[in-house]
């Protein structure tokens, strides 16, 4: 069902994320001001997984980088109930391009990520080779970036990330660079990961079926400038899910269907205002 955009959670804990009128503007060269979204109002809980759908460019990046802690925000930025001041400390950031050393193993990749919280040495490397284990890359623990596929390098990210035991995930198209049927297994992958210890997760997307494969709710957003949140959908499939069996189901159509029929005039709108250039 479409609404538009209460987002209501339990109340007998905090949100992990919580937005509340926020607004983000940047300034531009001319000294104009751009106003990316306006009036956003979401929260996710603990637990809960949250995917963001909208045109290109309505600031679905914006949101997750204000969650981060990253741009600055007119409005409340909460996490756990707490306001966020500075960097999101309790998330960790997955980007659509994998931030790998290139001169490091896998197995080095990951264990940095626990070098800043002063873990030693030899204790991270053995934490990173659980991670890797965990996301099928036993077997490649002296593989070098440039030596790995597309998507075996997103399982080592996704390790790198979640070595640090985050509380909130948040997503920036993660698997929007890898093929069709590896983006799928990465997205089962990560289900898989989820459902064992739950994090709240935002989750940005242009890809419908992997956000509804995903999600608990789909959020919908309008295009820019002055974005805001249009639409949400509690995502009513069954768990565990896997995102090839599901998207036979019915009910997957009929909420692709719904989704797509608050999603489409925006998309039009956005392609429309790309045509016409600047103002």
């Known amino acids: 069902m479409s609404s538009g955009v209460s987002s209501a959670l339990p109340t007998d ?32 809980a603990p637990g809960e997984f949250v995917t963001i759908v909208g045109p290109t460019g309505c600031g679905k990046s914006t949101i997750l980088n204000a969650v981060a802690g990253l741009v600055a925000v007119r409005g409340n930025v909460r996490v756990f109930g707490a306001p966020l001041a500075g960097l999101n400390t309790r998330a960790g950031y997955l980007f659509q391009q994998d931030a790998l050393m290139p001169w490091k193993t896998a197995l ?18 053995d934490k990173a080779r659980l ?30 990330t979640l070595i640090r035991d985050p509380e909130i995930l948040l997503m920036d198209e993660p ?12 997205g089962d992958l990560l289900l898989s990961l ?12 242009h890809d419908l079926d992997e956000a509804i494969s995903l999600a608990d709710r789909v959020l919908v957003m309008s295009a820019g400038p002055a974005a805001r949140i249009i639409a949400e959908h509690r995502i009513d499939l069954p768990r565990p899910r896997a ?3 599901i998207r036979l189901e019915p009910r997957f159509h009929a ?11 925006e998309v039009m709108r956005a392609y429309d205002n790309a045509k016409a250039g600047p103002e």
């Open 243 to 245: 995102s090839t069996d």
């Open 131 to 160: 991670w890797l284990q965990r996301v099928g890359l036993a077997n490649f623990l002296d593989r070098y970036p440039h030596q790995l596929s597309g998507g075996q390098r997103k399982r080592v990210a996704l390790a790198q």
């Open 108 to 125: 080095a990749n990951v264990a940095v990520a626990l070098e800043p919280a002063g873990v030693p040495v030899v204790e991270a490397r």
């Open 194 to 205: 989820w459902s064992a210890d739950r994090k709240a997760v935002l989750f940005v997307t």
């Open 175 to 186: 698997f929007g660079p890898l093929d069709a049927q590896t983006r799928t297994l990465m």
């Open 13 to 44: 804990e905090a949100s992990a994320i919580e937005l509340r009128n926020v607004e983000i503007a940047f300034r531009l060269a001319d000294r104009s001001e751009y106003r990316a979204v306006r009036d956003i109002d979401l929260s996710v």
């Open 255 to 265: 909420l692709q269907r719904a989704i797509w029929a608050d999603l489409r005039d």
